[in-house]
């Protein structure tokens, strides 16, 4: 019998987190095998507010509250409000397709059988932009949705003005409309006055963020795989150094430990092809870390936890002992047969993976082990530099100087 995720759709927040968990599995080589997601989500949000590693193209933010905004009470009614959302995302995936757009289409290839509809995707980071101003998920919205009207709510305007509009209550009076016929066919391509809202809601709402100062830049990423290759910390404000540099080092030590668990799979299998090439990509990471041994010397790692504290990471106790030993044993090798072969560290990892999946951990465990395929979070944590945030820089970038 096939294993199914079901939750009811009355918490925003539930929901996000259970499809970020099958999300996950589709993408094995960056699930959190380790139980570090906490602190690489907390950092990622620091950098990157209003992202997640789902969403693709930045006009997304536009298109749906231009979605939302067309509906009314009556499209409220509990018979036809999901079918309803579901329809005019529909219409919205066929209008990219047909104006030509592929790569980054949500639903490109499942169509109407698509599972996670852009607006899910999108909504978290639309109320943390501020374009939403609705603190609630899109079930919420329903029964707001079904009140407007009645004067049940008053909104202000950034500079205080009352707002009448019963449909700007629920989102940003100053959000651009849509193009004519946007519905019909249209692309991912901003159109200037588009990109400079986006831009100035980036700042509003975080303005001190590594994303806010990306922006202001108008540097393109390139090629660049991490954030700290496209622009290097000492270029930076003194605070957004401090917090990228933390963000590296954290990146880059823990990403033996990512490897290191993949050996011990390797071998537990007796796959020798599999086991050499961890081993050679840790002989890799080992001569990486080396080339940046005098600035991982001095981390200032007390200071690192407390930044993340201030970040609300809700870090566990488990998770900070593991981490620090890690770093702790590491900071000890001479070389990386050093780590390899340090029984303390197999503990480490076999204790840790033990504590987060109990009976389905697979190391010591045949049939689990089975379920491996080869490569299990083995990525190195970029923060959603690759995704979706380079991508987001090209959009917005690209469009400067355009007219409409």
Request: glycine content about 8%.
């Amino acid at each position: 019998m096939p294993s199914t995720f079901a939750w009811l759709d009355y918490s925003d927040r539930d929901r996000k987190r259970a499809m970020d968990i099958v999300d996950l599995f589709r993408e094995e080589d960056t699930r959190d095998e380790l139980g570090i997601g906490v602190i690489r989500d907390a950092i990622a949000d620091r950098l990157f507010p209003g992202t997640s590693t789902i969403q693709t193209r930045v006009r997304y933010f536009l298109f749906i509250p231009w979605l939302f905004r067309g509906l009314n009470a009556r499209d409220a009614a509990p018979d036809r409000f999901a079918q309803r959302i579901r329809q005019q995302q529909d219409r919205l995936r066929e209008s990219l397709v047909k104006g030509g757009q592929e790569l980054g289409v949500i639903g490109f290839r499942a169509g109407r059988e698509v599972q996670r509809l852009p607006s899910s995707v999108y909504w978290h980071g639309l109320r943390r932009l501020g374009i939403l101003r609705f603190n609630g998920s899109e079930y919420e919205y329903r029964n707001e949705l079904s009140h407007q009207g009645a004067g049940v709510v008053t909104l202000t305007t950034d500079d205080g003005e009352p707002v009448d509009d019963s449909e700007k209550r629920l989102w940003d009076p100053r959000l651009p409309d849509p193009p004519d016929a946007w519905l019909d066919a249209t692309t991912f391509e901003l159109a200037a006055e588009e990109a400079d809202y986006l831009e100035h809601r980036v700042n509003m709402s975080a303005g001190d963020s590594l994303l806010a100062h990306l922006i202001d830049l108008g540097m393109a990423p390139g090629e660049s795989t991490f954030a700290w290759e496209h622009l290097a910390p000492e270029r930076l404000p003194a605070p957004l150094d401090e917090e990228l540099t933390h963000a590296r080092n954290f990146s880059e030590s823990m990403h033996g430990a990512f490897l290191l668990y993949n050996l011990m799979l390797a071998e537990e299998k007796r796959g020798e092809d599999r086991v050499k090439s961890y081993e050679n990509a840790m002989a890799k990471w080992w001569e990486r870390r080396n080339a940046r041994s005098a600035e991982l010397t001095v981390w200032d790692r007390p200071r690192f936890w407390a930044l993340l504290a201030t970040w609300n990471a809700r870090v566990t106790a488990g998770s900070h002992t593991f981490v620090e030993s890690w770093l702790e044993s590491i900071g000890r090798a001479r070389r990386v047969e050093d780590v390899i072969g340090d029984r303390g560290l197999d503990d480490l990892i076999r204790n840790r993976e033990r504590v987060l999946k109990g009976p389905r951990a697979r190391l010591g465990n045949p049939r689990a082990l089975n379920s491996w395929n080869g490569a299990s979070g083995t990525a190195q944590l970029d923060y959603r530099w690759n995704r979706p945030v380079a991508g987001m820089l090209r959009d917005l970038i690209g469009s400067r100087g355009k007219k409409s």
